[in-house]
């Protein structure tokens, strides 16, 4: 199984300020047959389902503010909120679609300091 | 506006049985890979189970096989989840989950609003 490690295990950003959260996956997630790297993201408030923000590993879904962006490619792969919103306190999580099974982070929780 | 809706969740005794379901609208439900993820209370995402869309191909995380079975049917758009020879460690929100097309190289563009699971005596 690819293992999917993410860093930090929580992080506390002022309003406005920029979130990172990395992941690292054990094997490379890059697909040859079309060079896209499976790999996604994934937001998750309390009581409610995951999001999905990112795939591809930087495309964001409909809907997705643009202050969400993700880039990496391989192994390690990058989240950043680039001006950190109220409503995105939550968790992360990236998302490895390249084999089975698709195996998740442990999740990266984002508080408002 | 896609909805998948999930039921049949509840309080089983371990070694007993429960059958989700989700009921799916709002896209072209036959065309789309499903699935089946679960959360333990306080702990991260897992994939439990994935059937393609015309239920060709299906497959399992090791903890369930030989006891859980997925299946479909698209005629009623509708996807379900048999789980037999429950466990403690089962006990989780079961969501269902939709892939984007068909290929199994998706994420998982579309999620329910989970339904609980608790196996307890």
């Known amino acids: 199984d690819i293992v999917m490690t993410q860093s930090p295990d929580s992080l506390a950003v002022s309003l406005g300020e920029r979130a990172t959260i990395n992941c690292k996956s054990s094997?490379?997630?890059?697909?040859?047959?079309?060079?896209?790297?499976?790999l996604a993201w994934y937001q998750q408030k309390p009581g409610q389902p995951p999001r999905l923000l990112i795939f591809?590993?930087?495309i964001r879904e409909f809907g997705v503010p643009d202050r969400f962006s993700g880039s990496g490619s391989g192994t390690d792969f990058t989240l950043t909120i680039s001006s950190l919103q109220a409503e995105d306190a939550a968790v992360y999580y990236c998302?490895?679609?390249?084999?089975?099974?698709?195996?998740f982070g442990q999740g990266t929780r984002v508080e408002i300091k | 506006e896609v909805q998948l809706v999930e039921s049949g969740g509840g309080l089983v005794k371990p070694g007993g049985s429960l059958r989700l379901s989700c009921a799916a609208s709002?896209?072209?439900?036959?065309?789309?890979?499903m699935n089946w993820v679960r959360q333990a209370p306080g702990k991260g995402l897992e994939w439990v189970s994935s059937?393609?869309?015309?239920?060709?191909?299906?497959y399992y995380t090791d903890s369930v096989k030989g006891r859980f079975t997925i299946s479909r049917d698209n005629a009623k758009n509708s996807l379900f989840l048999q789980m037999n020879s429950l466990r403690v460690e089962d006990t989780a929100v079961y969501y269902c989950?939709?892939?984007?097309?068909?290929?199994?190289?998706?994420?998982?563009?579309?999620w329910g609003q989970g339904t609980m699971v608790t196996v307890s005596s």
């Open positions: 059937i393609s869309s015309s239920s060709s191909y299906i």
């Open positions: 989950a939709g892939d984007y097309g068909d290929s199994g190289l998706d994420a998982f563009h579309m």
């Open positions: 591809w590993a930087s």
């Open positions: 709002g896209f072209p439900f036959s065309t789309h890979r």
């Open positions: 998302q490895q679609y390249h084999s089975r099974p698709r195996t």
């Open positions: 094997q490379s997630v890059l697909y040859s047959s079309n060079n896209k790297n499976l």
